[in-house]
C-alpha cells in the first residue's frame, strides 16, 4: 500500500523559513516523479517542485525559484521542501505527490496534479504578515 505523509507545516512570519517532509511507503524509490504541490481554498492545486528519483533532476515554478529547495534522502524514502523568505502568498495546503514514469513523462507533467495518482493528506502553512 502507497503512502505519501507529509510534516512540517506550521505558522511563521514574512521572511520565516520552514522545512517539508515528505514520508515514502509502499513505493519502489526508482522511476519516480515525486511533487510538491499547494492549494487554497477555491483554487487548483499548483505545482511548486518535484524530484525525479532516476537522474535526480530538479524542477521549480517561477513563484518559489530562489526561494524553494527541494531535496531527497534516499535512505529514508523522504523528501524535503525548504521553504526560505516565505511570503503571505505562499499560505496553502502543501500536499507531496508521486506517480511512476519516465523522465521525459517528469519534465512534462510534474506540475500537473491530474497526473498524479499518490498523494498525501497535507500539512498547513500559514504566513503572517
Known amino acids: 500500500q502507497v503512502q505519501l505523509m507529509e510534516s512540517g507545516g506550521g505558522s511563521v512570519q514574512a521572511g520565516g523559513s520552514l522545512r517539508l517532509s515528505c514520508a515514502v511507503s509502499?513505493?519502489?524509490?526508482?522511476?519516480?516523479?515525486i511533487s510538491w504541490f499547494r492549494q487554497t481554498p477555491g483554487t487548483e492545486r499548483e505545482g511548486v517542485a518535484a524530484?525525479?528519483?532516476?537522474?535526480?533532476?530538479?524542477y521549480y515554478a517561477d513563484s518559489v525559484k530562489g526561494r524553494f529547495t527541494i531535496s531527497d534522502d534516499s535512505a529514508k524514502n523522504t523528501i524535503y521542501l525548504q521553504m526560505n523568505n516565505l511570503n503571505p502568498e505562499d499560505t496553502a495546503m502543501y500536499y507531496c505527490?508521486?506517480?511512476?514514469?519516465?523522465?521525459?513523462?517528469?519534465?512534462?507533467?510534474?506540475?500537473?496534479?491530474?497526473?498524479?495518482?499518490?498523494w498525501g493528506q497535507g500539512t498547513q502553512v500559514t504566513v503572517s504578515s
Open positions: 505527490a508521486a506517480e511512476r514514469g519516465s523522465y521525459g513523462w517528469c519534465s512534462d507533467s510534474w506540475a500537473r496534479a491530474s497526473e498524479f495518482h499518490y
Open positions: 509502499g513505493y519502489a524509490y526508482s522511476r519516480a516523479c
Open positions: 524530484f525525479y528519483t532516476d537522474n535526480g533532476r530538479l
